[in-house]
Each structure stands twice: as structure tokens, then as C-alpha cells.
Nanobody, 119 residues
Framework: QVQLVESGGGLVQAGGSLRLSCAAS????????MGWFRQAPGKEREFVAG????????YYADSVKGRFTISRVYAKNTVYLQMNSLKPEDTAVYYC????????????WGQGTQVTVSS
């Protein structure tokens, strides 16, 4: 069992930055690839970024490449999403999830954190 708690969302102007955190509990955190997803009002949930269990590989949606960076700190059982050059279209509820891979839906989800980017 893994419990995930996101934080760090808020209101920011276009071009600004935010860093989201996802604190995980459970002994299997280090064995899981982790992912960030988002869901905007009236839209389906979409993949944003993923990081391998080792932290050595990361993956991004085309819409955020070059602007967002995913990372993890094992000592803190935490995954981060650094978001730069934010755009109004990045407005959504952001969720972290585990285990992440390209072919299946994660089993564990956080409660989400709201990110709002004003123009």
C-alpha cells in the first residue's frame, strides 16, 4: 500500500513557476516508477511526466517538454514536479500516481493539487 499526498499548487501568472511535491508513504516507494498527471475542467486526465524507479530516466508529454522537470528524493520519499514558463493551458488539478508505466493505469493516486495560471 502506498499513500500519496500532493502539495505546492496555487495561482501564478503566465510565465511564472511552481514546484509541486508528492510525499509518499510505504516501503515500496523506492521500487516504483512515479508519474504526474493532470486534469483540466471538462477534459480527460492526461499524462504529464514520469520518472523511473532509479530516477535515471524521465519522460514528458510533448506539451510540457523543456518547461517541466520531474525528480525524486529517496531520503524524503518525495517526487517533485518543477514547472517553469507556465501557460494558462497548464491550469488543472495535478495528481501524482504509482506505479507508473506507459501501458497501464497506476494503482495509487494522491488527492490532487490545483494549479491555476492566469493570463
Amino acid at each position: 500500500q502506498v499513500q500519496l499526498v500532493e502539495s505546492g499548487g496555487g495561482l501564478v501568472q503566465a510565465g511564472g513557476s511552481l514546484r509541486l511535491s508528492c510525499a509518499a508513504s510505504g516501503r515500496r516507494f523506492s521500487a516504483y516508477a512515479m508519474g504526474w498527471f493532470r486534469q483540466a475542467p471538462g477534459k480527460e486526465r492526461e499524462f504529464v511526466a514520469g520518472i523511473s524507479w532509479s530516477g535515471g530516466n524521465s519522460y514528458y508529454a510533448d506539451s510540457v517538454k523543456g518547461r517541466f522537470t520531474i525528480s525524486r528524493v529517496y531520503a524524503k520519499n518525495t517526487v517533485y514536479l518543477q514547472m517553469n514558463s507556465l501557460k494558462p493551458e497548464d491550469t488543472a488539478v495535478y495528481y501524482c500516481a504509482a506505479p507508473w508505466n506507459r501501458d497501464s493505469t497506476p494503482d495509487y493516486w494522491g488527492q490532487g493539487t490545483q494549479v491555476t495560471v492566469s493570463s
